[in-house]
């Protein structure tokens, strides 16, 4: 089961111990049927961005969660409610903090800067959960004894907004092993997703409505393993990271899955927000998208989203293992149920590696940088229409000073745009809702940080200084031209059309306002840009 490989492990390791702006968007050409831009005012001198710390190990514990702001965010899920944005989440907190304390932690905010921490939405897991597993347990052949106080994890919930209440799809994953205690020999057991509903996200009552969907097997592979080394999975899909969405048409999908044999979409019936039967394993959704042909996959952390500029639906997905190499790419089809295809025309639905790559483990200068950046939530200021990237970020391995760094996961809000082909590119700094100001030509001669990605595992991507200059040449870590389109605000460096807007320099110290540039290679890698001098 994924995050055996990932949260399930960062529990006993986190025991061990005890915001970017809407930046620039770019890519190879320039950005359509964007969002009117607000008339610029001028950004003050003395403009008060955020100046929380990205180390917080020193407020980490449950006695100062007043304090966290975005600290100790993992698998983030975002919807609106009346003044404030929400922010859901999977259990995992730094040194164990929120241990005993309830489930699926949840802030709040009204800027998406300055968020308040409010506690736990669940307090202990449904009955349903064990008495589900036990009557599966029992039914297996052969039959398997029941599990008197299965051992939980709670993972990744989904919050929807679906006319006038709000669903939470949550995951809750069995810990214990399916035979014995010998993770090397035996599967975890299975995992479910269940659903609750509210009328109103403010008030935190949540009425439980029972399970939706479960990992199940197909008949294909014994639940036993052979060994370390044996990866081919027992579940046809990973009961885990739901995501949810409602198509122009009314029609109603679950998007979810982990490792195991791909990236699911289920149709549901709109009244109850389950499926109508689980009685045969195609009642358990369609592969939309997977890595290779294997039945162990190093892809999970689905999010679904529909773009009306666009027509497109666009599948977010976390690749690699989540401590260090997370990495998110994403994949987009005319249908909910694929095939999806990448930048380069390949199907995802068919195995195809997904491109582009929109996040990566990275580093400007003067920060250790930031790793393990995706499962992200994908979601829009209802007002301004605005997109947004959200997700966890962690701090490098061994960061001097830092007790198990790897474990800070600090919440990470950033600016979404989309390119003229109709993809979506991620502003380099954190969303810290910097005033617009008039970007001219002269705004761009100077010093810059740029970083083009290359993916790598495990390996961050650091940052080269170039200088753009008045003759229009670009110079230093890189080499070439540049060129500004001041009516549509597209910065173009050598040969990659970026849309640059105002942003936060989390970097610099003192923190200050600058701007950048986002976009994507012809080949879907990443590159960013952030003026710094």
Known sequence: MKKSNSISRIVPYLAFLVIAIMASSCSNSDSPKSTPTPTPTPTPVTFAGPTYLDDYSSISSWGTNSQWNLANV???????????????????????????????????????????????????????????????????????????????????????????????????VVMDQIVGTDPNTSWSERAFIGLAETDDLASNVWTDKGMVV?????????????????????????????????????????????????????????????PDQLKTITDYGVCIAKRGISRWQASEGPEIIYNPDTQYYYLFMAYDELSVAYNTRVARSKSITGPFVGIDGRSVTDGA??????????????????????????????????????????????????????????GHVRGIQWTQDGWPVIAPERYAAVPKTTITEASFIGSWEQITMQYQYKTIQKSVTIFLTADKKVSGGATGTWSYDSVNQVLTVNGNSCKVNDAWDWEATPRKVTITYSGLTTGGLPVWGKKIN
């Open 214 to 274: 479960c990992s199940e097997p197909d008949g294909v592979k014994s639940y036993v393993r052979n060994g370390a080394n044996d990866w081919e999975a027992y579940y046809k899909f990973n009961a885990i990271d739901p995501s949810f969405l409602a198509t122009p048409s009314g029609d109603q999908y679950l998007i979810y899955g982990s490792w195991h044999s791909g990236i699911a979409a289920l149709k549901l019936n709109p009244t109850t927000g389950k």
């Open 74 to 172: 993992h698998d983030p899920t975002v919807e609106k409610c009346g003044d404030y944005y929400y922010m859901y989440q999977t259990d995992a907190s730094y040194g164990n903090a929120t241990d005993g304390h309830g489930h699926f932690f949840y802030r709040r905010s009204k800027d998406l800067v300055s968020w308040e921490f409010m506690g736990a939405s669940m307090t202990t897991a449904p009955t349903w959960v064990k008495d589900s597993l036990n009557n599966k347990r029992a039914r297996m052949v052969p039959a398997l004894p029941p599990i008197a106080n299965p051992s939980y994890g709670y993972w990744a919930p989904c919050v929807r907004k679906v006319g006038n209440i709000y669903r939470m799809y949550y995951s809750i």
């Open 353 to 410: 590696d997904c491109w582009p790559m929109i996040t990566h483990p990275y580093s400007f200068n003067y920060h250790t940088g930031w790793v393990g950046i995706s499962h992200c939530a994908i979601f829009q200021n209802p007002d301004t229409k605005e997109w947004f990237y959200s997700s966890q970020a962690r701090l490098p391995v061994g960061v001097a000073g830092i007790n198990v760094s790897n474990a800070i996961m600090m």
